[in-house]
C-alpha cells in the first residue's frame, strides 16, 4: 500500500501483548488517532489475525508466549509484509534490537518510554522512516562500534533453527512433547528429535536446564 494512501485515513492496528492491562492502555493511548482492529496475546494468534485483518501497523511485545515476536518477524513479513512492525516491549538486550530490526521491524520502544513516544514512532513508520527510542539508541550504538558483538546477540540462540528456537520456547513455557507436536503441526518423534539436538548443541542434559537458559537468554518470560 503507497504511503502516501496510509497517510489519508487512520491506520488500523494490531497489538500484540500477553499483558491484558498493557494491551489496554495501548489501547487507549492510540485509539484518538488510530483504528484499532484488535489485540491479540500470544504469538501464534498474532499470525492468524493478522493474516486475517491485515493491519497497517502491528504493535507487538517481544516476549510473547507460543512464538516470540522476533521469530514472528519472517512468517509475518511473508504473509502481511505491508504490515509496519513497531516492537513495545520491556527487553533492552542489543541483541533484542538488533534481532527486531534484521528481521525487518520499523520502530522499537520501551514499554518505560513516555507515551507520547510510541504515537511519535508510529508517525515515523507511516512516513517510511525507522524508529529507535532514544532510551537505549546511544547503547546500540556505541556496543556496535566498540564490536561488543557478544551483547549484541545471544550467541546460544542465534545458533540454533527457527525451527529449534520455536521448540525450545514451547518447551520452556512447560508445554509437554504431545502439545508442542500439535502446536506446530509436526510429529512427536520430530519434537524429541529437535529437542535433544538443542540439547547437545546447548550441551544441557535436562528439561529443566533447557527452560532456565531460555529464560537467560530472553526468549520467554521468568
Same mark, same amino acid.
Given at each position: 500500500?503507497?504511503?502516501?494512501?496510509r497517510?489519508?485515513?487512520r491506520?488500523?492496528?494490531l497489538i500484540?501483548?500477553?499483558m491484558?492491562?498493557?494491551?489496554?492502555?495501548?489501547?487507549?493511548?492510540?485509539?484518538?488517532?488510530?483504528?484499532?482492529v484488535?489485540?491479540?496475546?500470544?504469538?501464534?494468534?498474532?499470525?492468524?489475525?493478522?493474516?486475517?485483518?491485515?493491519?497497517d501497523?502491528?504493535?507487538?511485545?517481544?516476549?510473547?508466549p507460543?512464538?516470540?515476536?522476533?521469530?514472528?518477524?519472517?512468517?509475518?513479513?511473508?504473509?502481511?509484509?505491508?504490515?509496519?512492525?513497531?516492537?513495545?516491549?520491556?527487553?533492552?538486550?542489543?541483541?533484542?534490537?538488533a534481532?527486531?530490526f534484521?528481521g525487518?521491524? +520499523?520502530?522499537?520502544?520501551?514499554?518505560?518510554s513516555q507515551?507520547?513516544e510510541l504515537?511519535?514512532?508510529?508517525?515515523a513508520?507511516?512516513m517510511?522512516?525507522w524508529?529507535?527510542?532514544?532510551?537505549?539508541?546511544?547503547?546500540?550504538?556505541r556496543?556496535?562500534? +566498540?564490536?561488543a558483538?557478544?551483547?549484541?546477540?545471544s550467541?546460544t540462540?542465534?545458533?540454533?533453527?527457527?525451527?529449534?528456537r520455536?521448540?525450545?520456547?514451547?518447551?520452556?513455557?512447560?508445554r509437554?512433547?504431545?502439545?508442542?507436536?500439535?502446536?506446530?503441526?509436526?510429529?512427536?518423534?520430530?519434537?524429541?528429535?529437535?529437542?535433544?539436538?538443542?540439547?547437545?548443541?546447548?550441551?544441557?542434559?535436562?528439561?529443566?536446564?533447557?527452560?532456565?537458559?531460555?529464560?537467560i537468554?530472553?526468549?520467554?518470560?521468568?
Amino acid at each position: 500500500m503507497p504511503e502516501d494512501h496510509r497517510q489519508q485515513r487512520r491506520p488500523r492496528v494490531l497489538i500484540a501483548d500477553e499483558m491484558a492491562l498493557v494491551a489496554a492502555g495501548t489501547r487507549a493511548l492510540l485509539e484518538p488517532g488510530c483504528d484499532v482492529v484488535g489485540t491479540v496475546a500470544d504469538g501464534r494468534a498474532l499470525l492468524t489475525w493478522a493474516d486475517n485483518l491485515r493491519p497497517d501497523i502491528i504493535i507487538m511485545e517481544v516476549l510473547l508466549p507460543l512464538l516470540n515476536g522476533l521469530d514472528a518477524l519472517r512468517p509475518l513479513a511473508r504473509t502481511v509484509p505491508g504490515s509496519k512492525i513497531v516492537f513495545l516491549t520491556a527487553q533492552e538486550s542489543s541483541w533484542h534490537v538488533a534481532g527486531a530490526f534484521k528481521g525487518g521491524a +520499523s520502530a522499537y520502544v520501551l514499554k518505560r518510554s513516555q507515551p507520547a513516544e510510541l504515537t511519535q514512532a508510529i508517525h515515523a513508520v507511516l512516513m517510511g522512516q525507522w524508529y529507535l527510542t532514544p532510551l537505549i539508541a546511544k547503547t546500540v550504538v556505541r556496543q556496535d562500534a +566498540s564490536g561488543a558483538q557478544d551483547k549484541m546477540k545471544s550467541p546460544t540462540l542465534s545458533s540454533l533453527t527457527p525451527r529449534q528456537r520455536e521448540v525450545l520456547q514451547l518447551i520452556a513455557e512447560g508445554r509437554g512433547t504431545k502439545e508442542v507436536a500439535t502446536l506446530l503441526n509436526i510429529a512427536v518423534k520430530t519434537v524429541e528429535f529437535h529437542k535433544f539436538r538443542i540439547m547437545d548443541q546447548l550441551n544441557l542434559h535436562s528439561t529443566v536446564a533447557l527452560a532456565k537458559h531460555a529464560i537467560i537468554e530472553g526468549l520467554v518470560r521468568l
